[in-house]
Each structure stands twice: as C-alpha cells, then as structure tokens.
C-alpha cells in the first residue's frame, strides 16, 4: 500500500455542506488527514466479509467489491488521532478494542440461519458491555434505502447518546448516511465521507430530508 503522502486521489473529490454537515465523496484516505479534529467518531467499515445481501426473503443481492476488504491500520490509526472518542462497528472482524474502552453489542433478531445475530463495535470509553436491542434484518420490511448495509438511524442515536460528552461526529464510511440522519436529527456538527457516488446522493438527500424533518418540528 501507498503512504499517504504518494497517494493518488482516484477520482474527483466532490464536497457539499448541508446546514451543519459536511460531507465529501472521496476515498477516506485522501481526506483524513487533513480534515480537523472531531469529537466523536461513529462508523461502521467494511468489515472484509465479501457480500451477497439478502435483500428480501429468498432475493439474493447485489455482489459489492468495497466489502472484499476491511480497511487498513492505517485508517484505524488516523481515526484515532483525530477524534477524543471513537464507537467502531465491526470491531469483531477487524479487532479494533481499545485499551480503556468496552463495547456496545446490538441484538437485530435475525431469523436467518447464515447471517449474525448481532453485531460488536468497540467504545473508547466506559470499560463495560453495553446492549441494545433493535429489529433489523436488512429485508426490505426495515430497509429504507437501497444501500446494502444500511442501519437503522435509532442505532446511531443512540451511540450519540451514549458517548460521554458532546460535540461533532465523524463517519468516514457513510454508506446510506444514517450516522449524518442521525447526527442532523439531534443538532450535531458532522463530518462524512464515503466513496461511491450512488450512496454519497444518498446520504445528501437523506441528511436534507432529516433538517426539513427537523425545521417541521421546531418551527
Ligand atoms: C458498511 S457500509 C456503511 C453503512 C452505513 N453505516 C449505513 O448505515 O448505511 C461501508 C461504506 O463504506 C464505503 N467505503 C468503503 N471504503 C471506503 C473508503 N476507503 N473511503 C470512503 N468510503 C468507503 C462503502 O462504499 C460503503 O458504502
């Protein structure tokens, strides 16, 4: 792999701010290291799993390569110097505790055999098990997007509640962009960033559609 000094950006970077969201479609790589230090991060990586996606009962999904593999240290690395904390989902695949830090384990009752019942990530802070129980099975009875990854914006409130103090967030894997839903919802500062071009429409039009949400209700 390249250091990040002889990185190539792949494509052109596209960058839109949305109230108080900024968000870039870029590879995480290329703007890490020189965006600001956040307070929190909140992420789901690919985990590294490769992906066939139950999209609905016996559907089978579109193949994705960006899940071949789970990021580099590199990115873990970064992710720690730029934020005070981080909740990193996936933590079971890529390792990522930290020292100082427990986890939060989300029971989604999956009825399917082959797919996790639940998934870790690892907290940098409060050394304990926390659980939370939400209903999710990526059919298309809770899927509100057609990202294949997609979870639910209730999840990610919750991990900004959870976190032990306040300021902006950081998702730099956005995919449908529930961390910057959420983070729009709850009146937070957010960065995020994510690499493809469908999912980075998809999070503009979702964190837009979550302020006007938001306008409604404290108009
Ligand atoms: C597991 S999904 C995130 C799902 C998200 N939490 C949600 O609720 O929709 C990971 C996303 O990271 C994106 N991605 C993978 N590698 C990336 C990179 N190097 N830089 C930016 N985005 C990347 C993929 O395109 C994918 O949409």
Same mark, same amino acid.
């Given at each position: 792999m390249l250091l990040s000094s002889q990185r190539m950006f792949r494509f052109d970077m596209r960058k839109e701010i949305i109230e108080d969201c900024t968000v870039y479609l870029a590879d995480c790589m290329d703007v890490l290291p020189s965006i600001d230090p956040v307070y929190a991060v909140i992420t789901d990586p690919p985990f590294g799993v490769g992906n066939f996606i139950q999209t609905a009962g016996n559907i089978r999904g579109e193949a994705v390569s960006w899940n071949d593999s789970a990021p580099p240290k590199e990115v873990f690395d970064l992710l720690k110097s730029k934020s005070d904390h981080r909740i990193i989902w996936g933590a079971n695949y890529f390792n990522c505790f930290e020292e100082k830090g427990g986890a939060i384990i989300w029971i989604?009752?999956? =009825?399917? =055999?082959?797919?996790?019942k639940a998934e870790i990530a690892s907290c940098s802070f409060y050394k304990k098990t926390e659980i939370i129980n939400i209903t999710w099975t990526n059919f298309s009875n809770t899927k509100v997007t057609s990202h294949p990854c997609e979870r639910p914006v209730s999840l990610y409130q919750f991990c900004i509640n959870y976190l032990p103090g306040s300021g902006s967030i950081l998702d730099p894997f956005m995919g449908s962009g529930s961390v910057g839903v959420a983070c729009a919802l709850m009146r937070k500062s957010f960065i995020g960033i994510e690499m493809e071009e469908k999912y980075f429409d998809m999070c503009c039009s979702r964190i837009e559609a979550a302020y006007k949400q938001n306008d409604l209700f404290y108009d």
């Amino acid at each position: 792999m390249l250091l990040s000094s002889q990185r190539m950006f792949r494509f052109d970077m596209r960058k839109e701010i949305i109230e108080d969201c900024t968000v870039y479609l870029a590879d995480c790589m290329d703007v890490l290291p020189s965006i600001d230090p956040v307070y929190a991060v909140i992420t789901d990586p690919p985990f590294g799993v490769g992906n066939f996606i139950q999209t609905a009962g016996n559907i089978r999904g579109e193949a994705v390569s960006w899940n071949d593999s789970a990021p580099p240290k590199e990115v873990f690395d970064l992710l720690k110097s730029k934020s005070d904390h981080r909740i990193i989902w996936g933590a079971n695949y890529f390792n990522c505790f930290e020292e100082k830090g427990g986890a939060i384990i989300w029971i989604k009752n999956q =009825p399917m =055999p082959n797919f996790s019942k639940a998934e870790i990530a690892s907290c940098s802070f409060y050394k304990k098990t926390e659980i939370i129980n939400i209903t999710w099975t990526n059919f298309s009875n809770t899927k509100v997007t057609s990202h294949p990854c997609e979870r639910p914006v209730s999840l990610y409130q919750f991990c900004i509640n959870y976190l032990p103090g306040s300021g902006s967030i950081l998702d730099p894997f956005m995919g449908s962009g529930s961390v910057g839903v959420a983070c729009a919802l709850m009146r937070k500062s957010f960065i995020g960033i994510e690499m493809e071009e469908k999912y980075f429409d998809m999070c503009c039009s979702r964190i837009e559609a979550a302020y006007k949400q938001n306008d409604l209700f404290y108009d």
